[in-house]
């Protein structure tokens, strides 16, 4: 894009429906880098671009959908410059923390995620940037790019990283990836030949991202065990991606508490040159609410957090899930870690979310869904749980008053848990 050309002017670029085939990977790839390059706008949002942008929304050069499941349908806008700021920003860590000092902090990225939110573009987006900085002929990703239509286990794993750290090495660049933790938690907990094969590819990597959920402290532990160089990251499309890494915020983010209470604990607020613009809507609205300040913008989060004397953030959860059981509050997170931590539930509970479904005694109560390990019986569900958190740190008044068993938990596209969905199901079964 020259000096002089407005972005408002350049062609929306609006790949075909994402499949994950190859081919579809591939056509959302050359799009980012399009976008990267300043040569046209992406849309990714869950409508049709408008034929004119919003006052104040011309400089957007990426849209793409928010991760919530209820409500009108939103899409975030970002421009070319809130990207770069989150690329060299993160480049800036990885060359100061030793991730990647000899090539500006810049790598070559194996893409696991799908390029439909805001984490599986980045991906892409890095890659270009690396290009970019470094003068490359082309992004720093895997030729061919990879076919994620199969079943991501530790086998498809290797199969896909091993031709990747080849290429990398040739390039003379650290490799990257990023995951969710699910596939993170699948490689690192595995039990068999391959995924022990996988684990020894995955360390082989400089910097391998893990975020869109929480991610359980044992898996993480156990990665870091087996010299996994996990991140964890925090972030969403309003911030263009991860902004924090290992609960530190990346350089030029800074971050802050509104209202705390006496515990320590209120609503997260960011402020960084990465933040989107606002939100757009299907009927040509914007919206931005959570968005303050010109110069030095600031993002009101949904999220209740902590911060340390040292800066560190520590996220609790979402403040709209918040369970107020006979006018006591439940943060979820809360009680899902301790069903993650119990030993008497090792083994049994593969994976859980706990919600508050409308009680007309208690206004809210307890309920959790959770998938089961292969020979444990179902009808013992809620009696197994219920019994093992009344042995843990938790107050009886947080443990679940009934376990609904699912074959999976309802998820987003990204591989986050989709707790609306969740709360329906619940109280669908509960009636």
Not at 375 to 383: K, W
Not at 419 to 430: F, K
Request: aromatic share 4%; with cysteine.
């Amino acid at each position: 894009m020259s000096a002089t050309t407005s972005p408002s002017a350049l062609p929306w670029l609006v790949p075909p429906a994402y499949d994950a085939s190859a081919a579809s990977l591939t056509a959302h790839a050359a799009a980012i880098g399009e976008m990267m390059a300043g040569r046209a706008r992406l849309w990714l949002g869950p409508f049709d671009p408008p034929a004119q942008l919003p006052s104040g929304f011309e400089d957007a050069a990426l849209v793409v959908p928010t991760s919530g499941s209820t409500g009108t349908a939103k899409a975030v806008a970002l421009t070319r410059q809130a990207l770069l700021a989150s690329h060299d920003a993160t480049a800036q860590l990885f060359t100061a923390d030793g991730t990647a000092p000899d090539s500006g902090g810049h790598g070559f990225w194996l893409p696991l995620l799908p390029p439909t939110h805001i984490a599986g573009v980045q991906v892409l987006a890095r890659a270009h940037r690396t290009a970019q900085v470094l003068g490359l002929d082309a992004a720093a990703l895997p030729d061919p790019l990879p076919d994620l239509r199969g079943h991501f286990d530790a086998t498809a794993f290797v199969e896909l990283a091993v031709p990747v750290l080849e290429q990398a090495a040739r390039a003379g660049l650290p490799a990257l990836t990023s995951l969710v933790p699910t596939q993170l938690t699948r490689i690192v907990t595995g039990a068999t030949g391959a995924d022990a094969r996988a684990r020894g590819v995955l360390k082989r990597f400089a910097g391998v991202l893990v975020g869109g959920a929480a991610t359980s402290p044992d898996v993480l532990a156990r990665a870091r065990a087996q010299k996994i160089a996990v991140r964890t990251t925090y972030g969403s499309s309003e911030t263009a991606g991860g902004c924090v890494y290992d609960r530190a915020p990346l350089p030029g983010v800074e971050l802050s508490l509104a209202e705390p209470d006496a515990a320590g604990a209120g609503r997260l607020q960011i402020t960084s040159p990465t933040l989107a613009l606002g939100y757009l809507t299907a009927g040509g609205g914007t919206d931005t609410t959570p968005f303050t300040g010109d110069a030095a913008r600031r993002f009101l989060t949904s999220d209740l957090a902590e911060l340390d004397a040292d800066g560190a953030l520590t996220v609790l959860g979402r403040a709209d899930d918040v369970i107020n059981t006979g006018g006591r509050k439940v943060l979820p997170q809360d009680v899902e870690r301790a069903i993650d931590r119990s030993l008497m539930l090792r083994g049994m509970i593969r994976a859980a979310v706990v919600v508050g479904v409308a009680d007309p005694e208690w206004g809210q109560r307890v309920e959790a869904l959770v998938t089961l390990e292969d020979g444990v019986d179902p009808d013992e569900a809620t009696a197994l749980v219920r019994a093992a958190l009344r042995t843990s740190e938790i107050p009886s008044h947080m443990v679940p008053k009934r376990v609904h068993v699912l074959e999976q938990l309802p998820l987003l596209g990204i591989g986050k848990v989709d707790r609306a969905a969740a709360r329906r199901l619940a109280a669908e079964t509960g009636m």
